[in-house]
C-alpha cells in the first residue's frame, strides 16, 4: 500500500532499505547494447534539485533478476499544495516507476495526498500518458522538461476535482458507484456470488467525509477499498476483504477507481 502521509524526506539509507534495486550500479545481462543503464538514484539526486524528496520507496518482490526488478518512489515538494476553499488540503506526488531489466522506462505519475483522511489517490493515467523517459540517454534538462508538465497538468486535476464537489448524487449513484468501484478488487462472477453490503461501503468513517457529494462519496469508497475496510459474505462465511499491499495492484486500482469516478461527473 502507497504511504503518502509522510511529510518528511527519505534518507538515502531509508530508501536503499526499502529498495536495494533504486541503487543497482549495472543492468540486467539480458538487456540490449541499445539500452543505457540509469541508475533511478541518480534521479533521485536530480529530482531533489528541483525540490521535490522521496516519502516513500517500493520494489517488487522478485525471485529471479534480484536487483533488476521494477521499483517505485513518491515525491513530494513542500511548495506544491492545493488549498481548497472547503479547508480540504491535498498534496500532489510523482510517482516515478522503473527497472534495470530492460522492460520499463521510466515512467510519470501523479497521486493526491489528502490531509483530512490520509489515503493517496492516483490519477488516472490518461493525462500523464506520455511522461516517459526511455532508457536511451538521460538528462538532467529532460527531467526537468517531465516535472514541469506534470506540474503544469494539476490545474487539470484541480478541475476534477471540483467538479466531483460540485456534483451531488442520489443514494442510489452512491450505491451504484460503490457497486462499480468493487470490479476493480473482484470479477464480475465474484460479485454476483458474494455478498457485500454496499450501503456500509458508501458509511464515512470520519465527520470531514460526511456528504453526499461526489468528491466525498468517491474517498470513502476509495479508502476502504484500498484498505480492505468491508467484508463480503461467500456462502456462509464472511470475510473481511485483505489490505492492497502490492504497489503495482496498488496503483491499478487507484487509475480504475479515478476513472469510475469521473465517470459520474
Not at 41 to 63: F, H, P, T, Y
Not at 126 to 147: A, C, P, S, V, W
Not at 241 to 262: C, M, P, S, T, Y
Amino acid at each position: 500500500m502507497l504511504d503518502l502521509s509522510k511529510d518528511g524526506f527519505l534518507t538515502m539509507n531509508e530508501i536503499k532499505k526499502n529498495a536495494p534495486s533504486i541503487f543497482t550500479s549495472t543492468p540486467s545481462p539480458d538487456t540490449s547494447e541499445k539500452y543505457t543503464h540509469i541508475p533511478t538514484s541518480v534521479v533521485i539526486e536530480d529530482m531533489e534539485k528541483l525540490g521535490w524528496g522521496v516519502v516513500d520507496a517500493k520494489e517488487v518482490k522478485a525471485r529471479k533478476g534480484v536487483g533488476f526488478q521494477k521499483h517505485l518512489l513518491v515525491f513530494r515538494n513542500p511548495d506544491v499544495v492545493i488549498n481548497g476553499e472547503d479547508g480540504d488540503t491535498v498534496f500532489p506526488h510523482v510517482l516515478i516507476s522503473n527497472s534495470h531489466d530492460g522492460k520499463s522506462s521510466f515512467v510519470f505519475k501523479c497521486a493526491l495526498f489528502r490531509m483530512v483522511c490520509e489515503n493517496g489517490l492516483v490519477i488516472s493515467t490518461q493525462d500523464f500518458e506520455d511522461l516517459k523517459i526511455r532508457h536511451m540517454g538521460y538528462t538532467f534538462d529532460e527531467l526537468q522538461e517531465k516535472i514541469k508538465g506534470v506540474v503544469e497538468l494539476l490545474p487539470l486535476t484541480v478541475e476534477s476535482m471540483n467538479k466531483m464537489k460540485q456534483k451531488t448524487l442520489e443514494p442510489k449513484q452512491s450505491i451504484e458507484l460503490a457497486k462499480k468501484a468493487l470490479t476493480t478488487r473482484f470479477t464480475e462472477d465474484q460479485i454476483k456470488v458474494f455478498k457485500i453490503d454496499l450501503k456500509e461501503l458508501t458509511k464515512p468513517v470520519r465527520d470531514e467525509d460526511k456528504g453526499n457529494d461526489l468528491w466525498s462519496v468517491f474517498n470513502v469508497i476509495q479508502e476502504k477499498i484500498i484498505s480492505g475496510d468491508f467484508k463480503y459474505k461467500m456462502g456462509d462465511k464472511v470475510r473481511k476483504a485483505r489490505q492492497i499491499k502490492n504497489f503495482q495492484q496498488d496503483l491499478k486500482v487507484n487509475e480504475k477507481l479515478w476513472e469510475i469516478a469521473g465517470s459520474f461527473v
